[in-house]
């Protein structure tokens, strides 16, 4: 087992053609995840890759039975490309997409939950079940299979970590970018159930930044409903308040999102935090 | 982006929000002929993007338009927190009776908006939330169905505003709301919403902050930019799409990704070095963004080494590595560099830099603690 992702899924992706989507797909396709379907309006009937484009959502799950969505849609066309998805009766999308309007992402979020849908990202890495299945853009050599669970607002960071924990002899179930965005689908806590039930994760690294106060509420979760042991590590101590920094979630404002806050949350919630990345295996043992 | 008062106040009138009469001036000359044209007392009001103007001595009264003239030659001669004022607001003076603070934000944990209102006006709101909170309402707004009226009465009522300006608090909440998803806001704030001695409601002062990702779509907005309010380094930056952030060390940071950025900036200071910048140069930059990166980051006297950390996913190691020879030969710096290079084509990124003076590192700690080592010894 393994979270969200694994050799069952039939993945769809939205903006295929485009030069991400294709460089990614071809990168997905030869980790050996099954990506079934294309959608690129305007381009149903060609065939990519060996994979098959449609005009639209609905008829790419029709005729492949794709289970789950992958969008590399420019911002300004994500929204709709995702309430097509759901409204083909999808459960799992996943948007790279970067650059995305807060406002937009308010009534997208807001949709998708009343549809029952689970939302990863956007402005995310998306998903690496070592071994199985890559839904997104993680750097797939960098991973082994194994039994640490990954949650992270940060991509690069991410794979900082996985590098670190597989250069340590410790392989990932799976590594879960959740995106850097102030308003997102899936979150800390989401993830940290899930890996909590999986059988096959039996520790987890959740790296987060400034901003908000997502980390905070992922450590009053552990602290009342953790069974597994978690190593966290924050990012954006020597950030300045008031400043953005690259991620649009990761700014200290009127005093709220500071990393010491985060490190003493969770500090208080037994979890240990590293004080730099490359720390994080020795903290796992 | 953050708007000056004057624009934000023109986005409330067109959205039906009383407003002061009043114009913008960038001479103490046109500041006396606006306060002529108004009559009477007005207000001399710096327009720069920072807070508490008012206490650093940035708004003044004045009494006639040679008092105006003389008020507003010293508020554009003046610097506050680092900033040059080169314009005035002259507004008519309002006859205050009691200041109320209004605004609309994002509530990033709710995934709503917020709408916020306290009958505590003309203060920082986040100074009242740790001196008053209880004198702070807030109403969440379901983003698909936009504000109700009786949300706007749930608020009037919360905060004891009298029932004779209801119509006119209802007016300027449906105002505040639309100019706030109008033009995609972070924050549209009224502060203060003052009700004059002659019973009306207007917006004295106001400020807007847009949603950078959303300025594609408004491009009248993304005109009113002011780049006299940021660092000629800040304007470089967005114009190569980098995300860059000046800090106050000596130690330049290029990095791609923002979390690892951040993460390189605290395993420097980790290591007893401080970060002279943040700066993500994004997922797949080509060569002359590299250059551009560190072109920036060089522009900073006081940086005494940089350390530049890749781990390529999207990101190609190469291209990094021609960015960087190709800056090299165009700054003829000095400074020492120190390079870690991870990922995506690793090996010809390195064997390019092999003939550059570089200082090369394998891990994070390793290239930190070079980078900070070069920098003592620089200094």
């Not at chain 1, 240990?272 to 020795?282: L, Q």
């Not at chain 2, 002529?36 to 940035?58: C, M, Y």
């Not at chain 2, 040679?66 to 008519?92: F, H, N, Y």
Request: glycine share 10%; with cysteine; charged share 25%.
């Amino acid at each position: 087992m393994s979270i969200l992702v694994n050799k069952d899924t039939r993945l769809l992706v939205q903006g295929m053609t485009g030069r991400e989507g294709l460089f990614h797909t071809k990168q997905m396709i030869a980790y050996g995840t099954r990506v079934v379907a294309g959608v690129t309006p305007g381009k149903g009937g060609e065939w990519v890759e060996g994979v098959p484009v449609f005009d639209t959502v609905k008829a790419a799950v029709d005729s492949t039975g794709a289970n789950c969505a992958i969008l590399f849609v420019p911002a300004r066309f994500a929204p709709d490309a995702m309430y097509e998805s759901a409204d083909a009766g999808l459960k799992l999308i996943v948007t790279i997409t970067e650059n995305m309007p807060v406002q937009d992402m308010m009534r997208v979020r807001q949709y998708l939950d009343q549809q029952g849908v689970r939302l990863v990202g956007p402005n995310c890495p998306g998903l690496l079940t070592p071994g199985e299945a890559k839904v997104g853009i993680i750097p797939g050599h960098v991973a082994r299979p194994g039994n640490v669970g990954i949650v992270a607002r940060s991509g690069t960071l991410t794979y900082e970590v996985i590098q670190a924990l597989t250069a340590s002899g410790m392989g990932q179930s799976t590594c879960v970018g959740i995106g850097g965005d102030p308003v997102k689908g899936m979150n800390f806590i989401d993830v940290l159930e899930l890996f909590n039930a999986d059988p096959l994760t039996d520790r987890v690294v959740l790296i987060g930044e400034i901003g908000g106060n997502d980390e905070e509420q992922a450590a009053d979760y552990i602290a009342d409903h953790m069974t597994k042991p978690v190593v966290a590590f924050i990012a954006g101590q020597t950030a300045p308040p008031g400043k953005r920094m690259g991620h649009a979630g990761a700014i200290i404002e009127g005093g709220s999102g500071l990393a010491a806050d985060k490190i003493k949350a969770l500090l208080a919630a037994n979890v240990r935090v590293a004080a730099h990345p490359e720390e994080i295996p020795s903290l796992l043992r | 982006m953050k708007l000056h008062e004057y624009q934000s106040k023109l986005l409330f009138a067109k959205n039906g929000i009383p407003i002061p009469r009043g114009r913008v001036a960038a001479t103490a000359r046109e500041a006396r002929d606006i306060a002529s044209e108004l009559g009477g007392r007005v207000v001399i009001k710096s327009q720069v993007l920072v807070g508490g103007r008012g206490k650093a001595g940035g708004i003044r009264l004045a009494k006639s338009p040679s008092d105006a003239e003389d008020l507003a030659t010293q508020v554009l001669s003046m610097t506050i927190k680092g900033l040059p004022v080169r314009k005035v607001l002259v507004d008519e003076a309002a006859d205050i009776h009691k200041e109320i603070y209004f605004g609309i934000t994002n509530d990033r944990a709710a995934r709503r908006p917020v709408v916020i209102a306290s009958s505590e006006g003309g203060v920082e709101i986040e100074e009242v939330a740790r001196t008053d909170p209880d004198k702070i309402v807030r109403e969440h707004i379901d983003p698909a169905l936009g504000l109700r009226d009786y949300e706007i009465r749930n608020i009037a009522l919360a905060i004891e505003l009298p029932r004779e300006h209801w119509r006119a608090f209802e007016k300027i909440a449906h105002g505040l709301y639309n100019t706030y998803t109008q033009t995609d806001a972070t924050l549209a704030e009224i502060n203060p919403l003052v009700i004059t001695g002659d019973k009306r409601l207007v917006a004295l002062d106001g400020k807007i902050v847009l949603d950078d990702n959303a300025l594609y779509r408004h491009l009248d907005l993304a005109e009113m930019r002011d780049l006299d309010e940021e660092s000629a380094q800040e304007t470089e930056a967005r114009k190569y799409g980098l995300s860059y952030v000046k800090l106050d060390g000596e130690i330049g940071c290029m990095v791609n990704g923002a979390g690892l950025a951040m993460g390189t900036m605290d395993i420097v200071k980790l290591f007893g070095g401080a970060p002279a910048n943040f700066l993500d140069i994004g997922g797949g930059a080509q060569a002359d963004k590299v250059t551009a990166a560190l072109r920036i980051i060089l522009s900073d006297p006081k940086v005494r080494a940089v350390l530049i950390n890749i781990f390529g996913g999207i990101t190609r190691c190469d291209e990094v590595a021609r960015g960087i020879i190709a800056a090299l030969a165009e700054l003829k710096t000095h400074v020492p560099m120190v390079v870690r290079l991870v990922g995506t084509n690793e090996a010809e990124g390195r064997r390019l830099l092999a003939d550059a003076n570089l200082i090369t590192a394998a891990s994070l700690a390793d290239a930190a603690q070079k980078a900070v080592a070069a920098a003592q010894r620089a200094g």
